[in-house]
């Protein structure tokens, strides 16, 4: 047998599998694989969950993380006055809670920078895999003959 013969045989059966090729369907797991536009059961990662967590972060834990550095802040603050040295006597005590105070400050003020870039992550990841999810299924259907088949 030539090579001719024999690459066209080879190339014969390549195109007869490629024409019995099809795609098997399942049921999606968890609800996923559909591709709708609104996330929840077409995605295993819910949009609507994470801008309802990022809402709570923003409504509830930023707000109540600056209620209570500002109830220590004051708290502390008085405690400096109270021993603050008078008349040259004073107690060691005023001089660390002044320093235990900034850093509560600065650990408070650390504490609501990551919270609200966790709120923002989390809207930015919704947002991401939601237009990641539509773009991915345009580009399938826009480079193959899925959408006439339905």
Known sequence: M???EEWGQARNRAT???ARTQLNTAAPHNGGGSGGLQGGEDLASSPAEKKKAAKA???HLLKDTQKAGDVADEDTANAVKAFKPKDGDGWLTSPALHKAQKAWSTQVKSLK????AESSALRDTSNSFSSNELGIRS???RESDISKIT
């Open 57 to 59: 972060i923003d409504e």
């Open 113 to 116: 920078k990551r919270l609200a």
């Open 139 to 141: 580009q399938i259907l």
């Open 16 to 18: 007869d599998l490629h």
């Open 2 to 4: 030539s090579f001719e």
